[in-house]
């Protein structure tokens, strides 16, 4: 697969993981406490990393 078709289906991934399982982002009262205390270390955006 080429990168940025890699990268593309990553973020399109993510962005259904994030935006529709996740629990977090429904309770952080800020995007930067939602990225320092859970989305830096999302274990889901770890794996889909590995690829990129």
């Known amino acids: 697969m080429h990168a940025h078709c ?3 289906k990553v973020m399109e991934l993510m962005e259904t993981v994030c935006d ?3 629990r977090w982002p429904l309770e952080c009262r800020s995007s ?3 990225e320092e205390n859970h989305c830096n270390d999302c274990v889901m955006i770890q794996a889909l990393n590995l690829g990129l």
Do not use: F, K, R, V
């Open 20 to 22: 529709s399982y996740c």
């Open 32 to 34: 930067e406490e939602l």
């Open 6 to 8: 890699w990268e593309q």
